[in-house]
């Protein structure tokens, strides 16, 4: 199945030993065909400017870390989906570098792109939710607020909406440095069991979560996220 699938790892230059463990992760699957390296900007890539944080202190009360490197990443998705927007490809997959995927990702997918609603725009291949989904069938659920962007499956139809908002910084619309998609028209949906994580010992702000919880299980209230950012990044 990701075989037939346009892939793109984002990665930080410096951070060479993500790319080493993303790159065996796709070997040791089986992969035939690589996946393209696209470069994720950091905060040193960007300039901040002194009306930016002011704005952000205004909406979240906090400039740090966290709500820089938002604007560091909704800059390197936005050349992403730029760069998609030109493109004959019909979907991609993302990545981030420091992903685990499932071991069985292929047979998978491949069930959960027969069971997804022939509407969706975004699937969101791992999702940890701050607001109750709604189930649509047995495997699939529809988002309604979710925080995490390890690995996402994007058709074409989302590629101008995506690069729109990227390039009209919200902070309150961010899922742990990406716009929250779900607020601006796009069908999006998750597979009822995650088929990828975060890695444990490379992620910067993730904490390795099990492949076989429910993704019911994984739904929070909607002031956890926020709190957890401040906790995370104060």
């Known amino acids: 199945m990701l075989n037939d699938i346009y892939t793109i790892v984002l990665n930080l230059p410096y951070r060479k030993d993500r790319l080493e463990s993303i790159t065996k992760e796709y070997i040791k699957l089986g992969f035939k065909n690589s996946f393209v390296l696209f470069k994720s900007l950091s905060v040193k890539d960007i300039t901040i400017t002194s009306l930016v944080k002011e704005k952000l202190k205004e909406e979240i009360s906090i400039v740090n870390r966290f709500t820089e490197n938002c604007l560091a990443y909704n800059q390197t998705m936005y050349n992403m989906f730029d760069f998609l927007i030109d493109s004959n490809i019909d979907k991609v997959l993302v990545l981030e570098d420091d992903s685990i995927l499932d071991k069985d990702i292929n047979k998978k997918l491949e069930k959960v792109l027969e069971s997804v609603p022939s509407d969706w725009d975004i699937i969101q291949l791992s999702s940890y939710h701050y607001d109750t989904p709604e189930k649509i069938n047995d495997d699939i659920y529809k988002v ?91």
Not at 153 to 169: G, I, M, Q
Not at 202 to 231: A, F
């Open 144 to 234: 309604k607020g979710t925080w995490t962007v390890t690995a996402t499956l994007y058709k074409n139809t989302s590629f101008k909406k995506c690069r729109e908002l990227c390039n009209e910084f919200r902070p309150f619309d961010l899922s742990l440095g990406m716009i929250d998609f779900v607020k601006h028209g796009l069908n999006i949906y998750s597979p009822r069991f995650n088929l990828a994580v975060e890695s444990l010992s490379l992620s910067d702000i993730g904490e390795n979560k099990s492949q076989t919880i429910p993704l019911d299980i994984l739904t929070h209230s909607k002031v956890v996220p926020i709190e957890i950012y401040k906790e995370l990044y104060k």
